[in-house]
């Protein structure tokens, strides 16, 4: 059966490393959100057009993924998944397609997050800066998982 392997967790803790390793051993096609940003935007889009461009980032994405689940074709899913909402909804889009939703969570101590950041930040290659302001800003709005979500614990 199909399975979209949804990659949860915060900035820095190595989502998008698991995606890129899933993707190759599984196999699968991977969707980068920040990568789309990036190529379509740049790596550091303004703050006042970010939710419009993250907003069509999206909208592209969501014609694409479930159809690759619809033709018997596995995906990895580098979106982060910060909210149980988020979560719940993308659950149940792939249950609409009869495909298996498989949730990884990556986590890694704070301080070697913020390391790695600041080491992709000098050197983007297709990712998003992230200033430091903008990782403390973040970390407020990041769910972590409900006890009842069963997942694959990946420790980066």
């Known amino acids: 059966m199909p399975t979209a392997h949804l990659i949860h967790g915060f900035l820095g ?12 051993t599984v196999p699968a096609i991977r969707f980068s959100h920040d990568e789309w940003m990036a190529r379509l935007y740049g790596n ?11 907003r069509r980032v999206s909208e592209q ?30 659950r149940a889009k ?14 890694c101590f704070e301080e070697e997050a913020w390391r790695r ?8 290659q297709g990712s998003l800066y992230i200033a430091r302001n903008t990782f403390e800003i973040l970390r407020r709005r990041f769910e ?13």
């Open 144 to 156: 972590p998982l409900g006890s009842d979500e069963e997942c694959i614990e990946i420790v980066g």
């Open 44 to 54: 550091d889009p303004p703050v006042e057009h970010f939710p419009e461009f993250y």
């Open 61 to 90: 994405l969501e014609q694409v993924w479930p159809r690759c689940l619809e033709l018997g074709v596995d995906v990895v899913l580098d979106f982060g998944f910060w909210t149980r909402r988020e979560r719940d909804a993308f």
């Open 117 to 124: 950041i600041e080491k992709r930040n000098t050197d983007l």
């Open 94 to 107: 792939v249950a609409a397609v009869g495909a298996l939703a498989r949730l990884y969570r990556v986590t």
């Open 13 to 24: 803790v190595g989502k998008t490393t698991l995606a890129r390793r899933l993707a190759e």
